[in-house]
């Protein structure tokens, strides 16, 4: 199957495309609002669905919104690759777009050249990734709807590109990088009874200060997760003393802290040191504190073979590729739970995302959607010869 020419896909089309995109629910800043659901977010689709029907492909919504197409008159299965067509508020013109309109690129490029794996790609642009309306319940709700449709069944892998949304790849000089996760995120509130006093009267070392243990807890969680797994990630978003005034010792405090890491195992590790720290510290500063879990995302680990499969294309077009962890989420997390999945990154100009900033260079651009169309061929004929379908976690 994979003796034939890989061919090149149209690079011009994809950056006129990616274009052409942009201006819908679009500001005058330049920023995009196609909010999941809303009439920018449909022109969107419409307009997805009819460059896909266009080509001569059949291209199709579900009941969620996601906008599907394949080759007319195949059967599967298909190997599903894309992103999300939504944005948040005054979002950028690549996150979620760049990865659905390499999708169409490819697939395209594969129809035009009649290639033989044509007939087992299907594209997919996800409904309401981002999940910043009231009723999305935290987003990733398209990807999420497809887990309990049928047509997952006829699916045999997912492969999802996308820009970085940070600063890595740019500062290490990387062109390229195979994605082998995604983070799991933790969320806590740290609860601190102390005791209200006067702040000129009462000596350091008769306080009850519960002010001192939120922190003291918020300066060690640094050390915690570089100690527990370096590649994780720790933030204490917000921290409010009680009663809050300048001559007053706290006699309360709250936190809300949040922590990222690529493995269950180093989450649970960084839990509980962090348990520990908030004891030892409280007893220390004669408080009380109890530290609360109040979210959890799973951590995602991607199809070994599939980010392998991925990595060795990327060598092929450039040195400057690396394996990286995705600190984002993505539609690739909740798919990865089913199917065999892998990513692909591209640099972000300045580390911009969410925001009017976005950029990528259009040569990176291109290498990516290159490099998708390659991995395409490679892993439809690697997840369609392959028998065990069972899900290989990365390392
Ligand atoms: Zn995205």
Not at 41 to 47: E, L, T, Y
Not at 126 to 134: A, K, M, Q, S
Not at 138 to 155: I, K, R, W
Request: charged share 20%; glycine share 10%.
């Amino acid at each position: 199957m994979n003796a034939v020419p890989v061919p090149a896909i149209n690079a011009q089309r994809l950056l006129t495309d990616i274009t052409h995109l942009a201006q819908i629910g679009a500001g005058p800043d330049g920023s995009i609002h196609r909010i999941a659901g809303n009439k920018a977010d449909w022109a969107g689709r419409d307009w997805i669905d009819k460059t896909m029907r266009v080509e001569g492909l059949y291209s199709y919504y579900d009941e969620t919104g996601n906008v599907f197409a394949r080759r007319q008159a195949t059967s599967g299965p298909w190997l599903l690759i894309g992103s999300h067509a939504d944005t948040v508020p005054g979002g950028g013109h690549l996150d979620g777009a760049y990865g659905v309109i390499a999708a169409m690129e490819v697939l395209r490029t594969l129809h035009e050249t009649d290639h033989p794996v044509a007939d087992h790609v299907e594209t997919v642009a996800w409904f309401d990734e981002d999940g910043v309306t009231p009723t999305s319940n935290g987003g990733l709700v398209g990807s999420t709807a497809l887990t309990q449709h049928p047509h997952l069944d006829e699916l045999v892998g997912y492969l999802e590109l996308h820009v970085e949304q940070g600063p890595r790849m740019e500062a290490s000089g990387l062109e390229l990088s195979p994605v082998t996760g995604i983070v799991g995120v933790r969320r806590y509130t740290l609860t601190v009874r102390g005791q209200e006093n006067h702040a000129g009267t009462t000596p350091f070392s008769l306080r009850a200060d519960a002010g001192r243990v939120a922190s003291r807890t918020a300066a060690s969680l640094r050390d915690i997760c570089t100690e527990v797994d370096p590649l994780s990630i720790g933030n204490v978003g917000v921290i409010e003393f009680g009663p809050g005034a300048a001559n007053v010792v706290p006699g309360s405090a709250r936190a809300e802290i949040e922590i990222r890491a690529g493995q269950e195992a180093a989450l649970d590790d960084i839990e509980a040191e962090l348990h520990e720290s908030v004891a030892r510290i409280a007893e220390e500063e004669s408080c009380t504190a109890s530290l609360n879990r109040t979210s959890a995302k799973p951590a995602a680990q991607f199809d070994k073979r599939v980010v392998d499969l991925v990595e060795g294309v990327c060598r092929d077009r450039t040195k400057a590729c690396e394996p990286l962890l995705s600190y984002a989420g993505h539609d690739a997390s909740v798919i990865s739970t089913k199917l065999p999945t892998a990513m692909l990154f591209v640099p972000s100009t300045g580390g911009y995302s969410h925001s009017n900033r976005e950029h990528t260079p259009e040569e990176h651009l291109i290498l990516g959607t290159q490099a998708l169309l390659e991995s395409v061929i490679r892993a439809t004929g690697m997840l369609m010869d392959s028998k065990d379908t069972s899900l290989i976690l990365a390392a």
